[in-house]
Each structure stands twice: as structure tokens, then as C-alpha cells.
């Protein structure tokens, strides 16, 4: 089996245990996700099965899209509801002044990744000091928030709580989000829910939860389930080659392609199968096209 699965990771359980799961479905060792989602979290996971696995490095690049809660008044080490409270505040801002707070995140931002995350410092991840009781410091990281979207803004008990969509690039935490908000206004906060609504072309209403996929291996059609692996790529433009050009793609060779623009294209055969990513070049004066990833299909002989 070769493609995409577009899967609901439900919360509790972590992004390798749904890998591990689809593995046992799809009787396939190779099988990756693109793009953790922390396991108090859910919403939209790929995984790429078989051959797919050579797109992951695309889809990991893909802007995401999440539904957040944050709660205001009470801030934790981790900067969600799983951690530690660190302290309370009354929240004194207005409603307004909420909104505008949040607001004033969009575009181009500079975010600290928090000490309970996978990023690498010092061979080691930040997660596995955090729990040593070591903070390091850690540099701030380029992030985009495209767009976010206030749905709705509640008070109960000296807290509160605001619900909120977001539209952002790739590696950017929820969670750091919500605590520079409570920080900006003086009062804490902390993340309390974590929807994945978007990731890339890979959208929620579109995904299948690992019951739906249980099912459709009973019924021997989770291949129905499965997405081209091509449709991670889609905007790569398309070039259309023939069976002699494909083998020569195949052993390495470059092929002369004028009008090449773009670093990277979709290379299929003229009957419109998938055949490899390929990279543009210059050789000599030349414009060329290379081979950057092949991922061929058995059923095609070259």
C-alpha cells in the first residue's frame, strides 16, 4: 500500500502510536506521520504509508490550522492544562482589549519554543531537560500567523476563557501563543484545548478516525481510504515525460527541459502516472531537469 492517510488523532494517545496503529492496519513497516500533534491533542494527522513516505519532508512544510483554547488568569510550566500552575492573576482586561491582544499577533512574529517540546538543544530535546528540573535558554524562531479568528469570549470565576482559530506556518506552538498572549496582558494564561483543523491540503472534515479505517480493513477497502501521495506536491507543477525519458530519470540522468521556473515539478509518464519529484537545474548553459526523489510504481515497466 502506497499513499496518504488522512486520520482524526483522537486526544491521549501520541502521533507514533497512531503510526503504529496504521502499521498493524496496513501490514506495512514503512510508515511515517507529518507533524506531531502532542497527545492532549487531536485533529488531522497524515501518515504516509509505504512509498508516500518519500513526500513527508513536503507536507511537514505545509502551513497548519488550529481551533485553541486558552484560558486567561492562571498560567503553568508547560503552558497547557497539563502542567503545573506557576500563578493566578485577576484578568482586568475588557473584552476589547482581549481581542485586540490577540490580534496584534497576526503576521510575522519572533517565538521562544517552550521546554516541554522536542526541539533539539545540545543533543539533547528540551522535554527530556524540562523533566531534569533544567531550563535553557532558548533562541526565538521565526513564525507566521496568517490569520485567527475569535469565536467566542466567557468569564466564570475571576477566568477567563477564549476560544479561537488559527491559521499559522509550519512549527509554531499553541502553546506558546497562548501564554505570550496572557503574558501581553499582565494576567497569564495557558492553552486548554488543541484542535488540528487544517494540515496543508489535509483538511478535518476530510479525515477518517483509526475506527472508520478499522472498518473499511473488515470490509478489505482501506485502500479507499488512501490519498496519492502526489497530492501532497500539488503545488509543484506537473511535467510529462516518456517511457525513454523516465528511465533515463530513473538511472540518475538529467533530461534538457526549456521554461523550467520552478525548483522543484511533479514528474509523471503521458498516461498521467505519478512517476517522481523532480529539481530544475543548469548544466552548462542548459536547463535540465533531475531526478530528487523517485517513487515509481511496480505496475509501470520502464
Avoid at 520552478?262 to 519529484?277: M, Q
Wanted: with cysteine.
Amino acid at each position: 500500500m502506497d499513499g496518504i492517510l488522512s486520520i482524526v488523532k483522537p486526544i491521549g494517545l501520541t502521533s507514533f502510536a497512531v503510526v503504529a496503529r496504521v502499521r498493524r492496519l496496513t501490514n506495512t513497516k514503512k510508515v511515517g506521520h507529518a507533524g506531531t500533534l502532542d497527545p492532549d491533542a487531536s485533529g488531522v494527522l497524515p501518515v504516509c504509508v509505504g512509498k508516500a513516505t518519500k513526500v513527508i519532508e513536503f507536507l511537514m512544510e505545509k502551513d497548519k490550522a488550529y481551533r485553541v483554547g486558552l484560558m486567561l488568569g492562571k498560567a503553568t510550566d508547560t503552558q497547557d492544562a497539563s502542567g503545573e500552575v506557576l500563578y493566578e492573576k485577576p484578568v482586568y482586561a475588557s473584552d476589547q482589549e482581549i481581542r485586540e491582544c490577540i490580534q496584534g499577533f497576526l503576521g510575522n512574529q519572533q517565538q521562544i519554543p517552550p521546554m516541554y517540546s522536542a526541539v533539539h538543544v545540545g543533543g539533547k530535546r528540551l522535554y527530556e531537560l524540562a523533566r531534569q528540573g533544567i531550563e535553557v535558554e532558548r533562541q526565538p524562531r521565526p513564525v507566521t500567523f496568517y490569520s485567527i479568528n475569535i469565536l467566542h469570549i466567557e468569564r466564570t470565576d475571576n477566568k477567563v476563557t477564549v476560544v479561537f482559530d488559527v491559521c499559522c506556518s509550519k512549527g509554531t506552538y499553541m502553546r506558546t501563543l497562548c501564554h505570550d498572549i496572557g503574558e501581553r496582558l499582565g494576567c497569564g494564561g495557558h492553552m486548554t484545548s488543541l484542535l488540528r483543523t487544517g494540515s496543508g491540503p489535509f483538511l478535518l472534515d476530510d479525515a477518517h478516525t483509526l475506527e472508520e479505517l478499522e472498518n473499511l480493513k473488515n470490509q478489505q477497502k482501506l485502500e479507499n481510504a488512501l490519498i496519492g501521495m502526489d497530492q501532497a506536491i500539488l503545488r509543484f507543477p506537473p511535467v510529462y515525460v516518456s517511457v525513454l525519458e523516465a528511465k533515463r530519470l530513473k538511472n540518475g540522468l538529467e533530461l534538457d527541459f526549456t521554461g523550467l521556473t520552478e525548483e522543484f515539478y511533479r514528474v509523471y509518464l503521458k498516461d498521467g502516472c505519478f512517476l517522481a519529484i523532480g529539481k530544475s537545474d543548469e548544466m552548462e548553459g542548459r536547463s535540465v531537469l533531475r531526478t530528487y526523489k523517485w517513487i515509481g510504481n511496480e505496475h509501470i515497466v520502464l
